[in-house]
């Protein structure tokens, strides 16, 4: 097994082993299960590209490495900017993909209840919502695919479920949803439940079996407790909708092609207040006066190295009798049986003398540094969407329950601050950081927005485009290459800037 993992880990490519890899969006990775399934949606571009199919084929160039950019009669709101490049030649096709709409949310009225998933029907009513989302997929494309169609919409819906808290956010009362969905005061209740204690203590029986069920739900009496703020709803929000996502693409695998998985980083608009969600190592930051705001953390398996220690520490079984969670600085030798290492476990950030076991002989749960650390000897980052049929090369070790779906959300006040044309939000996948730090990222956006004109329609795109060249290069006679002569991003790299001072325009 160990010679089968290091087999592996030599040929690996990007964030996978290889296998899976150069496959279209039809064919699934790793898996019997879904061959012959239709794709659940074709391979493409994002729509607002507008690709012509002669440009789509021309996008996939891997010795050109062509930017692609919006046109310039084609608008985004807030006139946000977007450019992308395929990869150096890891995968056949484009395994990054994006979204950037404008949704309208709505409260769920009776029988005209709006079905989960519907395609926004132009009806400009609602709370308005914008959304941008960047997704970094591996092992192939179908899961951002179907990521970049459907998240912002699962959004939109569930937030259409507490649209009557958040359209009163100065001081939200403590109302929660009754049984039969309708609102109520749980002041109201409170008063109820007294009543019906009275009543049976009136009558002689105990009061608990007479209380009514709104009281005795949990759910109801932690809304009683705690005041919920409308941006702790939001949040809650997005991280049920990345789940929800993640649970449909297991759904729908038993109908259709869903190959791979993917990073999600989505951004949302709404009432004032930009919230970021980030379930894997794509990145955001807002570049205000030329100062970083970070508005997002990479998931890795580094950087999340205790959390999935401590799942391989209490269920031992998912690591297959293959892998240990401990970690050492190095691989042990058999002949090293006995003698004392330095390690660390789940419970640990510094190292610490053991003697070793014959345990401590497996592989590594996480092995590798920096962006070639693994998760079982396969994928280089910890949290995002799809990967159900994910297994350890040539094995039956499942790598789905290491991962999460869950995003970390970061909340930034508009309304609070004053912006001007300058001031962004850059999403990027790994492909723009890989090779560019927040602060080149900022003084690159900053000299190329004071150059170009404010009115210009296209000045975000440009940027973008910019940003875009700085993480590829130029291809020379040893490969692709920057000014420095350092290598360039040979990933897919996908880039929205997103003007800050845009809502302000917006009605
Ligand atoms: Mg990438």
């Not at 964030?15 to 493409?44: A, D, K, V």
């Not at 310039?72 to 890891?90: H, Q």
């Not at 850059?426 to 000299?447: I, K």
Request: hydrophobic share 35%.
């Amino acid at each position: 097994m160990i010679s089968k993992v290091k087999n592996a880990m030599s040929t690996l490519v990007g964030g996978m082993i290889p296998h899976g890899h150069h496959h279209p969006s039809g064919t699934g990775q790793n898996s019997g299960s879904s061959e012959g399934l239709p794709p659940r949606f074709p391979y493409g571009r994002p729509d607002f590209l507008d690709l012509t199919p002669e440009l789509l084929q021309y996008s996939t160039e891997h010795a050109s490495r062509p930017v692609l950019m919006l046109r310039r009669d084609s608008r985004l709101p807030w006139r946000t900017g977007y450019a992308e490049v395929i990869n150096a030649g890891k995968s056949m096709l484009n395994e990054d993909q994006a979204s950037c709409e404008k949704l309208f949310v709505k409260k769920p009225s009776g029988k005209h209840r709006s079905s989960p998933l519907q395609e926004d029907t132009g009806d400009a009513t609602g709370i308005p919502l914008h959304f941008w989302g960047v997704y970094d997929g591996h092992a192939g494309s179908g899961a951002a695919i179907a990521a970049s169609k459907l998240l912002h919409r699962l959004i939109r819906d569930r937030l259409g479920e507490v649209a009557h808290l958040l359209e009163n956010p100065a001081s939200p009362p403590p109302i929660c949803l009754a049984k039969n969905g309708s609102p109520y005061q749980a002041t109201e209740s409170k008063k109820g439940a007294a009543a019906a204690a009275a009543a049976a203590q009136q009558q002689g029986e105990g009061a608990a079996a007479e209380e009514p069920d709104a009281i005795s739900d949990p759910t109801i009496r932690y809304h009683m407790e705690k005041v919920v703020s409308m941006e702790s709803l939001v949040m809650g929000v997005l991280e049920n909708a990345f789940r929800q996502m993640d649970e449909l693409i297991e759904k729908e695998k038993a109908s259709y092609t869903i190959s791979g998985g993917c990073c999600a980083l989505a951004a949302v608009q709404m009432l004032g207040k930009l919230y970021v969600a980030n379930a894997g190592d794509s990145r955001a930051i807002i570049i205000r006066n030329d100062e970083v705001i970070p508005m997002s953390n990479e998931f890795t398996p580094e950087s999340e190295r205790q959390r999935l220690q401590y799942l391989g520490f209490l269920r031992p079984e998912l690591l297959g009798n293959e892998f240990t969670h401990m970690e050492f600085p190095r691989r042990i030798q058999h002949s090293e049986l006995g003698k004392k290492m330095l390690f660390r476990d789940h419970t640990m950030t510094g190292w610490a003398y053991r003697t070793i076991v014959e345990d401590d002989l497996k592989f590594p749960l996480i092995y590798g540094e920096g962006k070639k650390a693994r998760v079982m000897a396969t994928i280089g980052v910890t949290r995002g969407l799809g990967d159900h049929d994910l297994k350890v090369y040539n094995s039956n070790i499942h790598i789905k329950p290491f991962l999460s779906c869950c995003p970390e959300v970061k909340v930034y006040d508009l309304s609070e601050n004053k912006h001007g044309p300058d001031d962004v939000l850059v999403m990027g996948t790994d492909g723009l950081w890989d090779v560019t730090t927040d602060q080149e990222v900022a003084d690159a956006v900053s000299t190329f927005l004071s150059g170009c004109d404010p009115s210009d329609p296209m000045r975000y795109t440009l940027a973008a485009q910019d940003l875009l060249m700085r993480s590829r290069g130029v291809l020379k006679e040893r490969g692709w290459r920057l000014p420095s002569d350092r290598l360039g991003s040979g990933d897919d790299i996908t880039v929205f800037v997103i003007p800050l001072a845009g809502h302000e325009g917006e009605t």
